[in-house]
T-cell receptor
Framework: EDQVTQSPEALRLQEGESSSLNCSYT??????LFWYRQDPGKGPEFLFT???AGEEKEKERLKATLTKKESFLHITAPKPEDSATYLC?????????????FGSGTRLSIRP | DSGVTQTPKHLITATGQRVTLRCSPR?????VYWYQQSLDQGLQFLIQ???????AKGNILERFSAQQFPDLHSELNLSSLELGDSALYFC???????????FGQGTRLTVV
């Protein structure tokens, strides 16, 4: 069964304290892996797309990496405005159709 | 602002009723996705349309249906509503059909 698991569920960091969020996946075929940021009461905001193992993408204090089984979202020297829920999603690759499966997210809180 | 417009923003209705949610994608985007987000189940992929045709189906109930019109806007119809259908419903759009989509602000449906 296709599955996406994110850990930890919640993470509290001090401003400037770097850390990583994990997204592990089990799918028959991977078309792409995506990271989103979601603020309370708002729609998810697209951050990154990763397609193949070894690929890395960076944006400001965020860096996403991909292996064959998991992806990491590294956050370097975070600021309070980085507080949000970070969602990982995979798009499966099937001959007839693909599905998009989201993980349950990591709630990140950055204390000043 | 993602460029994706959803209406209405809030909807309160009674059990057994039928509602229609509307989505206007970003200019130039051919693909539209519908998602349901509830507290206990996270973000669930419902269905995807590409240029008017159904492309992929997720966990969409038989009581729910959707369509994409020639002008590319989409509607999600929910019928025989139950209390458990109360959730945030998001629409997202993308240029081709990958997971790097842009989300609207959502419609909050409350079934009483």
């Amino acid at each position: 069964e296709d599955q996406v698991t994110q850990s930890p569920e919640a993470l509290r960091l001090q401003e400037g304290e770097s850390s990583s969020l994990n997204c592990s996946y089990t799918v028959s075929g991977l078309r792409g892996l995506f990271w989103y940021r979601q603020d309370p009461g708002k729609g998810p905001e697209f951050l990154f797309t990763l397609y193949s193992a070894g690929e890395e993408k960076e944006k400001e204090r965020l860096k996403a990496t991909l292996t064959k089984k998991e992806s990491f979202l590294h956050i370097t020297a975070p600021k309070p405005e980085d507080s949000a829920t970070y969602l990982c999603a995979v798009q499966t690759l099937y001959s007839s159709a693909s599905k998009i499966i989201f993980g349950s997210g990591t709630r990140l809180s950055i204390r000043p | 602002d993602s460029g994706v417009t959803q209406t209405p923003k809030h909807l309160i209705t009674a059990t057994g009723q039928r509602v229609t949610l509307r989505c206007s994608p970003r200019s130039g985007d051919l693909s539209v996705y519908w998602y349901q987000q509830s507290l206990d189940q996270g973000l669930q992929f419902l269905i995807q349309y590409y240029n008017g045709e159904e492309r992929a189906k997720g966990n969409i109930l038989e009581r729910f249906s959707a369509q994409q019109f020639p002008d590319l806007h989409s509607e999600l119809n929910l019928s025989s509503l139950e209390l458990g259908d109360s959730a945030l419903y998001f629409c997202a759009s993308s240029v081709e059909g990958g997971g790097e989509a842009f989300f609207g602000q959502g419609t909050r449906l409350t079934v009483v």
